[in-house]
């Protein structure tokens, strides 16, 4: 359905270029829940840009169902790492805001069927909880309340793909575990392939089919793991079962192996060791 | 309602609220400070009551002019120019200002042009504008939209900027075309600020009226106000002053107002 191929990505710069990832081949099969997981900056926020649209590539192709992709598209939604609402719009608007567009109007359909389409918007809202802000502007939302309308905002207008960027990374926990089984529930029903890009190895494992890891940047795919669990087995007591913590230790494990610790740090970290900081006397912690 | 003692001083600390009697208290002791410091430069003994006339006459000369035929035509005329060229600029500049703000090469040809001729001192224009315009209505509202117009059409660029690029994404990613984008995404998320940047421009367009009918006309604020120093009718002066200043300040909160009420949801991101 989705197929990168030799994907590269390189951020030309005056003082030195950026080898931001690649090259990178990955083929995404109709209903796959695919975590992108890999340590922070080796270019998975560019690589989900880049499928979106929104960026080039500096070689390589993306293919949507054997067309390539040369630019933005509503068949690829996306979920941002950032809240990105309409502030001006409320909820219901924010949701419904695909389906004023002219690339989404269907002029043959009957009325019924357009008048469905905002029905779907609506059930969206009341799936994700979200009823009772309808008509609340986004500035008085949480930040899970947001993304939540993110969601449904781009699952409205039912895209074949849809891409998400560390959508939960600015969430506490418990609002986290939330929108995890919310995600798990509305891949149920939706069925709408996915490219969950994190950091969060639990959060990766627990709500994706197949976890894909990137090394360090240059990002590369290091590892390609089948998530054996299924979506019935997706509630919080999987996470204390052995063979889901059998996979976190093999990807911390991987992850670990990607970490930057450079000699200068370590040797810093043993001096700090050595010679600890003396404390203040207690006098004056008053 | 009421503040504790040492409450005083932390009114001062940097970005405290401050309580809405408060508010309204400070502004009436502005107003009542200038009055104060009016009333004792007129009570000193080396003052010639020709320059700074007691209040009773300033009173006296506001009652006949508000009475008279006058006033009301040059209210008029003066505010239907201001109105005319600025409604010209806004209609002009806001699509100009959107352009220059989305699209980099239209940035590109026509900013630095813009900014040049946003420097020349608008009434320096006067006598070019009378060349081209003659000395009728025509010449003053020419000029209050040339001061207007280019200042507009940068403040609009510089508010279609800061509209965030990832909502131009999620536009993108949504399906919405390039002409969508521009009137559903920065249009309107620049909205707020266009207006208070026309507020702005109200204020300068007051100005240039003044300037314009001082220079050549045959009724509106400026004139008469030329008109009164001829005959040396200072208390006349002083009320047509207090006239100007009114109506700038009711002008600008009548736009705030609108900016507040139209534009709720952008309250956190502004002010
Ligand atoms: N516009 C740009 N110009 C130059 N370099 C860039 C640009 N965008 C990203 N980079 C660089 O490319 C690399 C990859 O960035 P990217 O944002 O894709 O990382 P990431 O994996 O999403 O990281 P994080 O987990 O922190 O979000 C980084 O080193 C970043 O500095
Ligand atoms: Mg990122």
Known sequence: ?????????????????VHAFGPVSLDVAEGEFISLLGPSGCGKSTALYIIAGLEHASRGEVRIDGQAVTGPGPERGMVFQNYTLFPWLT???????????????DYTASPAAILSRHARADHLIELLGLEAFAHHHPRALSGGMKQRVAIARALVNRPRLLLMDEPFGALDAQTREELQDLMILLHRYERTTTLFVTHDIEEALFVSSRVVVFSKRPGRIIADIPVP?????????????????????????????????????????????????????????? | MS????????????????????????????????????LWAGARPDNNPTFIPPIERIATAAQTILSGPDFWSDVRASFGRVTAGLLLAVLFAVPFGLWIGAFRPIEALTQPVVEFLRYVPVPA?????????????????????????????????????????????????????????????????????????????NGWAWSYVVVAEMIAATEGLGFRVLRFYRFIQTPNIFVYLLVLGLIGLALD???????????RWADATRR
């Open chain 1, 1 to 17: 359905m989705l197929s990168l191929h030799q994907l590269e990505k390189t951020f030309p710069a005056r003082a030195a270029a």
């Open chain 1, 91 to 105: 909820v219901r608007e924010n949701t419904r805001f695909s389906l004023q567009l002219a690339r989404n109007a």
């Open chain 1, 229 to 286: 669990f299924s979506s019935a087995d997706r509630t919080p007591a999987l996470k204390l079962e052995p063979a889901f913590i059998e996979l976190k230790r093999e990807l911390a494990g991987l992850l670990r192996h990607e970490r930057a610790d450079d000699a200068r740090r370590q040797e810093l970290l043993h001096r700090l060791v050595a010679h600890p900081t003396p404390r203040p006397p207690a006098s004056l912690s008053l």
């Open chain 2, 3 to 38: 503040l504790q003692p040492n409450a005083w001083s932390h009114l001062l600390a940097v970005r405290t609220p401050l309580p809405r009697w408060l508010h309204v208290g400070l502004a009436c002791l502005g107003f009542a400070g200038c009055v104060g410091l009016y």
């Open chain 2, 125 to 201: 224009l006067i006598p070019i504008v009378m060349i081209f315009f003659g000395i009728g209505e025509g010449a003053k509202i020419a000029l209050i939209f040339l001061g207007t117009f280019f200042q507009l059409a940068l403040m609009v660029a510089e508010e279609v900027r800061r509209v965030p690029n990832d909502l131009v994404h999620a536009a993108q990613t949504l399906g919405a075309s390039r002409g969508e984008i521009l009137s559903l995404v920065l249009f309107r998320g620049a909205l707020p600020g266009i207006l208070d940047a026309v507020r702005l421009c």
């Open chain 2, 253 to 263: 909160q009548l736009f705030r107002a609108c900016n507040a009420r139209l534009f």
